[in-house]
Nanobody
Framework: QVQLAESGGGLVQTGGSLRLSCVAS????????MRWYRQGPGNQRELVAS???????VYADSVKGRFIISRNNAKDTVYLQMNSLKPEDTAVYYC?????????????WGQGTQVTVSS
């Protein structure tokens, strides 16, 4: 099996920064795309950012210029640097990984980490 563990969430004031981490562990041949999603109160889960194995990134319009996704393939870890945080960034943040195991692709989710931005 594969587990994803997020960390780095917390309470921050408007304009502040946080860095989220997500570490994958378990039976992993390699990891293709890694993504960060978020789900705010009363909202559907939405894609925040994604990064491929070779480092190609995509961002939601709402976070462009403020968030940076990166990864360390040797450590099976993805990061989300969040700057200039706004109250509307308040959400539970989840990481998702597309993992190659025994020549097949599997999708795994972490348990989520809470980010709260106070005004």
């Amino acid at each position: 099996q594969v587990q994803l563990a997020e960390s780095g969430g917390g309470l921050v004031q408007t304009g502040g920064s946080l860095r989220l981490s997500c570490v994958a562990s378990g039976s992993i041949s390699s990891i293709n795309a890694m993504r960060w999603y978020r789900q705010g109160p009363g909202n559907q889960r939405e894609l925040v950012a994604s990064i491929t194995q070779d480092g190609t990134t995509v961002y939601a319009d709402s976070v462009k210029g403020r968030f940076i996704i990166s990864r360390n393939n040797a450590k099976d870890t993805v990061y989300l640097q969040m700057n200039s945080l706004k109250p509307e960034d308040t959400a539970v943040y989840y990481c998702k990984a597309t993992v190659v195991r025994t020549l097949s692709l599997y999708q795994y989710w972490g348990q989520g980490t809470q980010v709260t931005v106070s005004s």
